[in-house]
């Protein structure tokens, strides 16, 4: 079974959403992946996605609602076989933590390699439409071009 983390920051905004979209299409398309999402920092381990990531996740047939946030751990680099970041930012920190097979998620989908918003710092709902929206197309583009869905 072929394995992804993706990692953001807090784990409540982006990598939760990234991580409930890739699992519907897992679900949906019966591809036999393992998926999970996790966070550089550890400010919210234990912490439910943030309500509007909840919310654009729900309208669009998600529910992300019992994830819970959590730190790297060491052992991922051996569990993940892909290590998706959602920003410049979270690369470099994850390369730095050591881990080498890290992936932008941004160079997916026709963004070159443009971050995924950061959407705990927008006010409104209207940054959360955007990323959710990157992140569809990114992450099916993704997996088409890792062969992960065939
Ligand atoms: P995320 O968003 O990385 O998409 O989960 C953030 C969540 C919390 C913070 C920053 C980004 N924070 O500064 O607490």
Not at 26 to 55: F, M, V
Not at 56 to 84: C, M, P
Not at 134 to 147: A, R
Request: aromatic fraction near 12%; charge should be negative.
């Amino acid at each position: 079974m072929k394995s992804i983390l993706f990692v953001c920051l807090g784990n409540i905004c982006r990598s939760p959403l990234a991580d409930g979209i890739a699992n519907k299409i897992a679900r949906d398309y019966k591809l036999d992946l393992y998926i999970d999402s996790a966070g550089t920092s550890q400010w919210h381990i234990g912490e439910a996605p943030c309500q509007n990531s909840i919310k654009i996740a729900k309208q669009n047939g998600i529910d992300i609602s019992g994830l819970k946030a959590r730190t790297l751990h060491r052992h991922d680099s051996q569990t993940f076989e892909y290590i998706v970041a959602m920003d410049k930012q979270n690369k470099k920190d994850l390369i730095s933590l050591g881990y080498e097979n890290v992936y932008l998620i941004g160079e997916y989908g026709g963004f070159n390699g443009l971050d995924v918003p950061d959407p705990y710092f927008f006010p409104g709902f209207e940054g959360f439409e955007k990323v959710y929206e990157m992140l569809d197309l990114s992450i099916k583009d993704f997996l088409v071009k890792e062969k992960l869905w065939q």
